[in-house]
């Protein structure tokens, strides 16, 4: 993560914060704001605030569905076992952590560059390369990376996205996350006196985003792969809504199916 961070994130970061510095607008033409995934809601870039609007107009959505397909939700309790999960008290927790989310991007305002953003820098997207007199049986070594690939999810955005998905996707655990993102956090400090302050409200952030995309596949009728089933959804869901929980979202834990709940209390 620390290679990818060094070798591909903050180079590229690097050209649009001298750009900010100098007071440069960011101009796109109408076909740059469709292929580079700019914000539909606003025309702008994506930001923390941005995320919210749209996670609060899919709360909108699910209300509608969970009126309309009644039947098929309790069918879906039915199927898990859990007979006290509720998809009215899911989007309540959703609501009530896109609240507590307004609050903290309130409070953590600072103005950074907006910059490309990748959206998916993991070890898959990435082709690596290495010395040819480092012999990888003598000692650990970490590869370069000599490519990346998959721009297809590229957006203009708050360069913070970037930061967070590698901290979630390519991390193994919280430490390594708060290791990977004080690092960027010091050289961003140090290189152009920014600071990107804390993950925290990041990976809440990420964990209403997964939840409320997880809510809305379960309503609409299953999930990305052909044998992912509601039951499968919910497992998934109650493990985002413990991961919120672990992050201080106690609103989250009325959402949980039964048998997480009693867990979690």
């Not at 007071?23 to 919210?52: Q, R, T």
């Not at 859990?82 to 609501?95: N, P």
């Not at 964990?207 to 044998?227: C, D, Y």
Request: with cysteine; net charge negative.
């Amino acid at each position: 993560a620390l290679n990818i961070i060094d070798q591909v994130v903050i180079p590229l970061h690097d050209y649009f914060h001298r750009r900010f510095s100098q007071g440069h607008n960011l101009i796109l033409s109408d076909s740059e704001h469709i292929s580079l995934g700019v914000d539909d809601l606003s025309g702008k870039p994506f930001s923390f605030k941005h995320m919210l609007n749209m996670y609060e107009k899919a709360t909108v959505k699910m209300e509608d569905s969970i009126l309309i397909l009644q039947t098929d939700i309790n069918e879906a309790k039915n199927a898990c076992g859990a007979s006290q999960y509720r998809f009215d008290k899911l989007v309540e927790a959703i609501q009530c952590g896109i609240k507590q989310l307004r609050g903290e991007d309130v409070a953590m305002q600072t103005k950074v560059p907006f910059t490309l953003v990748h959206c998916d820098l993991q070890p898959q997207n990435l082709i690596f390369w290495r010395q040819n007199d480092v012999s990888v049986n003598t000692e650990p070594y970490v590869p370069n990376v000599a490519c990346i690939l998959d721009w297809e999810e590229a957006a203009l955005a708050d360069l913070r996205f970037e930061l967070l998905l590698i901290c979630r996707k390519v991390c193994a655990n919280m430490e390594q996350a708060t290791s990977v993102w004080n690092y960027y956090r010091e050289v961003t400090l140090s290189k152009h006196q920014l600071d990107i302050g804390s993950l925290e409200p990041w990976l809440k952030l990420e964990g209403v985003h997964s939840i409320t995309t997880l809510a809305m596949q379960a309503l609409l009728g299953g999930g990305r792969n052909p044998w992912e089933t509601k039951p499968d959804l919910i497992c998934k869901i109650d493990r985002e809504l413990l991961r919120l929980i672990s992050l201080g979202m106690k609103s989250c834990r009325s959402a949980l199916s039964s048998g997480h709940g009693k867990r979690a209390a």
